[in-house]
Nanobody, 127 residues
């Protein structure tokens, strides 16, 4: 069983920055791709970013490209999402998730390709 715990959310003004963390349990963290998703009130959960186990490959949603950076520290079993130039439309609950397969490129934007999810952390960007 894998547990994922997000932290780092909060209230920030537009243009500000936040760094989210996702701490994972288990000894196979480095073998799996990780992803970040977000869900705004009344909307479907959407893909934000994904990263391969070795950090060699990453993907981003067009809406966050150039502003967000996904990374991971396999020695700490932790994934990160650095968010900069935040906008009010970034307001959402942010979730980290472990991809069900060891490769990142196949189906990374789809929620059904992830088998473990954290509880989420709220990010609110004020205008």
């Amino acid at each position: 069983q894998v547990q994922l715990v997000e932290s780092g959310g909060g209230l920030v003004q537009a243009g500000g920055s936040l760094r989210l963390s996702c701490a994972a349990s288990g000894r196979t963290f480095s073998s799996y791709a990780m992803g970040w998703f977000r869900q705004a009130t009344g909307k479907e959960r959407e893909f934000v970013a994904a990263i391969s186990g070795s950090s060699s490959i990453s993907y981003y949603a067009d809406s966050v490209k150039g502003r967000f950076t996904i990374s991971r520290d396999n020695a700490k079993n932790t994934a990160y999402l650095q968010m900069s130039s935040l906008k009010p439309e970034d307001t959402a609950v942010y979730y980290c998730a472990r991809k069900a397969s060891r490769t990142v490129s196949d189906g990374y934007p789809r929620t059904y390709n992830y088998d473990y999810w954290g509880q989420g952390t709220q990010v609110t960007v004020s205008s």
